[in-house]
C-alpha cells in the first residue's frame, strides 16, 4: 500500500507540473496572438493613411497627426461646402418668427466658425451653433438648382453634438425654388422641398426626412414623413463624436437613409410615407347613419335562466372566524396609541387661539412586545355561503349584425401620382434651428448625384475624422474604469475575471505541503539493509502496477506519455538510492 501511495503521490505531482506547463505554453500562445492582432491593426492604420495620402501616423504617440487637405468634389455636384473659408456665401436671415412676440421672435442666434473640440484637424473647419435657447437661421444658394428629373439626388453632411442635446435639431432645409426667394428673409414658413436629419427632444430621437408633396387636384403641398428608422439612435446624439448623414433619393421612387455610411432606413415614397402619398379610392360616407335597431352585441344574458332558489344574494362575502382564539398576552386595557410623553407645548401655543394643547400620539410601547392591544375582535375570514349578486349567464345573440361601419363611397379628392420622385426644383439650402444646447457642429454638405462621388468626398473628410478620433480613443484600461464609473456593479465582474485564474495557479502550480508518508519514503532507513533479491522483487511489482494502469488509461492520449516517463525514472532512481 505504501509503495502505491507513493506513486500516486509522484504521479499527482507531475500532473500538476504539465499543468501549468501547459498554463505558460497557452499563455505565450495567446500573447503572441494579440501582438500579431496588434500588428495587424497597424498595418490597417498604414494602409488606410497611402490611401488618404494625408495621414502620418506616429506608433511611439497616443495621438495621430493629420496633414489636412480641403477636400474637392470628383465629379458634378449642385452644391459644397466645407467653411474652411469662412461663411462666404451664407446669408443670415433678419426676419422674425410668426405669431410670437417680437421679442423671442427674433433669429438672433449667433454663428460661428470654428474647429472641433475635440480630435480637432488644423485647418478643418466647421459652422457651429453657438446660442442657447434662440432661433438660428442661414442659408445659401445652391451652385446649379437640382431638378427632379432622371437622376439621383443626393445629401450628405456632418453633424457632431459636442455636448450632447438636450433639445434641439440639426436638420436642414432644400429650399423649393420661386421667383421670390430672399435668403435675408428665410423663416420657418419659407417653402423647401425636403427636410432632412436629427433632432431630439427628452427621450424622442428622430431622423427626419419629410418632404412636400403637391396634391395634383388642388394644387396644395402636404408634408408626409418616412417612417422611422427601426434602429437605436440614441448613441448618435449622445456619443459626441462627428457622424456623417446621407440620404439618397433614386428616380424610381425609392429611398435609403444612411448614418456613417450604414444603411439605417430605406423604402419607397409611395408606401412608406405618413400619410401616404396617394389617398384611398374610397373613403366612408360622412352622411350615413347607423340604424336604431342596429345590434353590435355578440354575447347576452339568457332570458330563460332563472335564479336559483338556495342562491343567497344577502350573504356577506366576510364573516367572523368563531374558532379563532384570543392569542394569549393580548393587552386588552393598553391602547394602541398614547400621547407623548417627552412631548412639550410650544411656547407660542395660544389655548383661546389654537385650543387646548394635547401632545401628539405615539405607538404605546408596551405593544411592541405584545401579541396585540385594546379590545380583540374576531378576525374576518371569506364566508363559504356567499355567491354575490346572481347574474344570467351569457349566450349567443341570435340578433347580433357586427360592428356597424359607414358605407363606402367614392373618395372625390382621389389622385394618383405614380412618381412622387418628382418633386418641386430645389435652389436653396437652409438651416433654420432652435436649440437648448450650444455647439452643434455642422460640416462638409454636399449634393450631387452620384453615389461614388459622395462617398470619395466622405473618405477625404469625415474618413479623416474618424480616424482622428478612433486613434485619440482611451486604452482598453481607460474603457474599463470608465464604464464601472457608470456601472459600479462592474468591479465585483473585474474582480471576480482576475481572481479566477490567479486562485486557480496558486492552487495548482503552487507547492504544497508534501504528505507524511511522501517524506518519510524519502528518508533513508539505515537500521534495515535491502537486499539485492528484495530490491528486484520490490522493482517488479511498481513496474507489474505501472503496466496494469496503463492498460486502464491507454485511450489518455499522447500528453501522458512524458509525465509516465518521468515517474518511472524517477521511481528507479529512488530504489537506487
Same mark, same amino acid.
Given at each position: 500500500?505504501?509503495?502505491?501511495?507513493? &506513486?500516486?503521490?509522484?504521479?499527482?505531482?507531475?500532473?500538476?507540473?504539465?499543468?501549468?506547463?501547459?498554463?505558460?505554453?497557452?499563455?505565450?500562445?495567446?500573447?503572441?496572438? =494579440?501582438?500579431?492582432?496588434?500588428?495587424?491593426?497597424?498595418?490597417?492604420?498604414?494602409?488606410?493613411?497611402?490611401?488618404?495620402?494625408?495621414?502620418?501616423?506616429? =506608433?511611439?504617440?497616443?495621438?495621430?497627426?493629420?496633414?489636412?487637405?480641403?477636400?474637392?468634389?470628383?465629379?458634378?455636384?449642385?452644391?459644397?461646402?466645407?467653411?474652411?473659408?469662412?461663411?462666404?456665401?451664407?446669408?443670415?436671415?433678419?426676419?422674425?418668427?410668426?405669431?410670437?412676440?417680437?421679442?423671442?421672435?427674433?433669429?438672433?442666434?449667433?454663428?460661428?466658425?470654428?474647429?472641433?473640440?475635440?480630435?480637432?484637424?488644423?485647418?478643418?473647419?466647421?459652422?457651429? &451653433?453657438?446660442?442657447?435657447?434662440?432661433?438660428?437661421?442661414?442659408?445659401?444658394?445652391?451652385?446649379?438648382?437640382?431638378? @427632379?428629373?432622371?437622376?439621383?439626388?443626393?445629401?450628405?453632411?456632418?453633424? /457632431?453634438?459636442?455636448?450632447?442635446?438636450?433639445?434641439?435639431?440639426?436638420? $436642414?432645409?432644400?429650399?423649393?425654388?420661386? /421667383?421670390?426667394?430672399?435668403?435675408?428673409?428665410? @423663416?420657418?414658413?419659407?417653402?423647401?422641398?425636403?427636410?432632412?436629419?436629427?433632432?431630439?427632444?427628452?427621450?424622442?430621437? +428622430?431622423?427626419?426626412? $419629410?418632404?412636400?408633396?403637391?396634391?395634383?387636384?388642388?394644387?396644395?403641398?402636404?408634408?408626409?414623413?418616412?417612417?422611422?428608422?427601426?434602429?437605436?439612435?440614441?448613441?448618435?446624439? &449622445?456619443?459626441? +463624436?462627428?457622424?456623417?448623414?446621407?440620404?439618397?433619393?433614386?428616380?424610381?421612387?425609392?429611398?435609403?437613409?444612411?448614418?456613417?455610411?450604414?444603411?439605417?432606413?430605406?423604402?419607397?415614397?409611395?408606401?412608406?410615407? $405618413?400619410?401616404?402619398? /396617394?389617398?384611398?379610392?374610397?373613403?366612408?360616407?360622412?352622411?350615413?347613419?347607423?340604424?336604431?335597431?342596429?345590434?353590435?352585441?355578440?354575447?347576452?344574458?339568457?332570458?330563460?335562466?332563472?335564479?336559483?332558489?338556495?342562491?343567497?344574494?344577502?350573504?356577506?362575502?366576510?364573516?367572523?372566524?368563531?374558532?379563532?382564539?384570543?392569542?394569549?398576552?393580548?393587552?386588552?386595557?393598553?391602547?394602541?396609541?398614547?400621547?407623548?410623553?417627552?412631548?412639550?407645548?410650544?411656547?407660542?401655543?395660544?389655548?383661546?387661539?389654537?385650543?387646548?394643547?394635547?401632545?401628539?400620539?405615539?405607538?404605546?410601547?408596551?405593544?411592541?412586545?405584545?401579541?396585540?392591544?385594546?379590545?380583540?375582535?374576531?378576525?374576518?375570514?371569506?364566508?363559504?355561503?356567499?355567491?354575490?349578486?346572481?347574474?344570467?349567464?351569457?349566450?349567443?345573440?341570435?340578433?347580433?349584425?357586427?360592428?356597424?361601419?359607414?358605407?363606402?363611397?367614392?373618395?372625390?379628392?382621389?389622385?394618383?401620382?405614380?412618381?412622387?420622385?418628382?418633386?418641386?426644383?430645389?435652389?436653396?439650402?437652409?438651416?433654420?434651428?432652435?436649440?437648448?444646447?450650444?455647439?452643434?457642429?455642422?460640416?462638409?454638405?454636399?449634393?450631387?448625384?452620384?453615389?461614388?462621388?459622395?462617398?470619395?468626398?466622405?473618405?477625404?473628410?469625415?474618413?479623416?475624422?474618424? &480616424?482622428?478620433?478612433?486613434?485619440?480613443?482611451?486604452?482598453? @484600461?481607460?474603457?474599463?474604469?470608465?464604464?464601472?464609473?457608470?456601472?459600479?456593479?462592474?468591479?465585483?465582474?473585474?474582480?471576480?475575471?482576475?481572481?479566477?485564474?490567479?486562485?486557480?495557479?496558486?492552487?495548482?502550480?503552487?507547492?504544497?505541503? +508534501?504528505?507524511?508518508?511522501?517524506?518519510?519514503?524519502?528518508?533513508?532507513?539505515?537500521?534495515?539493509?535491502?537486499? +539485492?533479491?528484495?530490491?528486484?522483487?520490490?522493482?517488479?511489482?511498481?513496474?507489474?502496477?505501472?503496466?496494469?494502469?496503463?492498460?486502464?488509461?491507454?485511450?489518455?492520449?499522447?500528453?501522458?506519455?512524458?509525465? =509516465?516517463?518521468?515517474?518511472?525514472?524517477?521511481?528507479?532512481?529512488?530504489?537506487?538510492?
Amino acid at each position: 500500500m505504501l509503495k502505491l501511495s507513493i &506513486l500516486q503521490i509522484t504521479k499527482m505531482h507531475f500532473q500538476w507540473d504539465w499543468l501549468c506547463l501547459r498554463v505558460l505554453i497557452i499563455s505565450s500562445v495567446t500573447a503572441g496572438m =494579440r501582438n500579431k492582432e496588434n500588428l495587424d491593426a497597424d498595418v490597417e492604420v498604414e494602409n488606410f493613411d497611402k490611401q488618404s495620402q494625408e495621414a502620418d501616423v506616429d =506608433r511611439d504617440k497616443s495621438s495621430i497627426e493629420v496633414v489636412y487637405q480641403t477636400p474637392k468634389p470628383t465629379g458634378e455636384v449642385y452644391f459644397t461646402e466645407t467653411f474652411d473659408e469662412g461663411l462666404s456665401g451664407w446669408v443670415l436671415s433678419v426676419t422674425l418668427k410668426e405669431d410670437m412676440d417680437d421679442n423671442v421672435a427674433k433669429y438672433d442666434g449667433r454663428w460661428e466658425v470654428e474647429e472641433l473640440k475635440e480630435n480637432a484637424m488644423p485647418g478643418d473647419r466647421g459652422l457651429v &451653433l453657438k446660442s442657447v435657447a434662440k432661433y438660428h437661421a442661414i442659408s445659401a444658394m445652391l451652385t446649379k438648382a437640382f431638378v @427632379f428629373d432622371d437622376k439621383p439626388l443626393i445629401v450628405q453632411y456632418e453633424v /457632431n453634438f459636442q455636448k450632447g442635446i438636450d433639445c434641439g435639431g440639426a436638420y $436642414i432645409k432644400l429650399l423649393s425654388s420661386s /421667383n421670390d426667394l430672399n435668403l435675408e428673409y428665410f @423663416f420657418d414658413k419659407t417653402p423647401y422641398t425636403i427636410m432632412f436629419g436629427p433632432d431630439k427632444c427628452g427621450e424622442d430621437y +428622430k431622423l427626419h426626412f $419629410i418632404f412636400r408633396h403637391k396634391n395634383p387636384k388642388t394644387g396644395e403641398y402636404d408634408e408626409k414623413h418616412a417612417e422611422r428608422p427601426d434602429v437605436d439612435l440614441k448613441k448618435y446624439y &449622445l456619443d459626441k +463624436k462627428t457622424h456623417l448623414y446621407t440620404l439618397v433619393l433614386k428616380p424610381d421612387d425609392t429611398f435609403e437613409i444612411l448614418i456613417d455610411q450604414i444603411v439605417v432606413s430605406k423604402g419607397s415614397l409611395l408606401e412608406n410615407m $405618413i400619410p401616404p402619398v /396617394n389617398p384611398s379610392k374610397e373613403i366612408e360616407d360622412p352622411t350615413d347613419k347607423k340604424p336604431d335597431d342596429w345590434d353590435e352585441r355578440p354575447k347576452i344574458p339568457d332570458p330563460n335562466a332563472v335564479k336559483p332558489d338556495d342562491w343567497d344574494e344577502d350573504e356577506p362575502a366576510k364573516i367572523e372566524d368563531p374558532d379563532a382564539v384570543k392569542p394569549e398576552g393580548w393587552l386588552d386595557d393598553e391602547p394602541q396609541y398614547v400621547p407623548d410623553p417627552n412631548a412639550n407645548k410650544p411656547k407660542d401655543w395660544d389655548e383661546e387661539m389654537d385650543g387646548e394643547w394635547e401632545a401628539p400620539q405615539i405607538p404605546n410601547p408596551k405593544c411592541e412586545t405584545a401579541p396585540g392591544c385594546g379590545e380583540w375582535v374576531h378576525p374576518m375570514k371569506n364566508n363559504p355561503k356567499y355567491k354575490g349578486k346572481w347574474r344570467a349567464p351569457m349566450i349567443d345573440n341570435p340578433n347580433y349584425q357586427g360592428i356597424w361601419s359607414p358605407r363606402k363611397i367614392p373618395n372625390p379628392d382621389y389622385f394618383e401620382d405614380l412618381h412622387p420622385f418628382k418633386m418641386t426644383t430645389v435652389s436653396a439650402i437652409g438651416l433654420e434651428l432652435w436649440s437648448m444646447t450650444s455647439d452643434i457642429y455642422f460640416d462638409n454638405f454636399i449634393i450631387c448625384s452620384e453615389k461614388e462621388v459622395a462617398d470619395r468626398w466622405a473618405a477625404d473628410s469625415w474618413g479623416l475624422k474618424k &480616424l482622428v478620433a478612433s486613434a485619440n480613443e482611451p486604452g482598453m @484600461f481607460s474603457q474599463l474604469v470608465t464604464a464601472a464609473e457608470e456601472h459600479p456593479w462592474l468591479w465585483v465582474l473585474y474582480i471576480l475575471t482576475l481572481a479566477l485564474p490567479i486562485g486557480l495557479s496558486v492552487l495548482f502550480c503552487w507547492p504544497g505541503k +508534501k504528505s507524511d508518508e511522501y517524506i518519510n519514503f524519502k528518508k533513508p532507513d539505515v537500521s534495515k539493509q535491502i537486499t +539485492k533479491g528484495e530490491q528486484k522483487e520490490e522493482t517488479e511489482e511498481l513496474e507489474d502496477n505501472e503496466l496494469e494502469e496503463e492498460k486502464e488509461n491507454e485511450d489518455t492520449g499522447e500528453d501522458e506519455i512524458m509525465p =509516465r516517463q518521468l515517474q518511472r525514472n524517477i521511481v528507479q532512481l529512488l530504489q537506487l538510492s
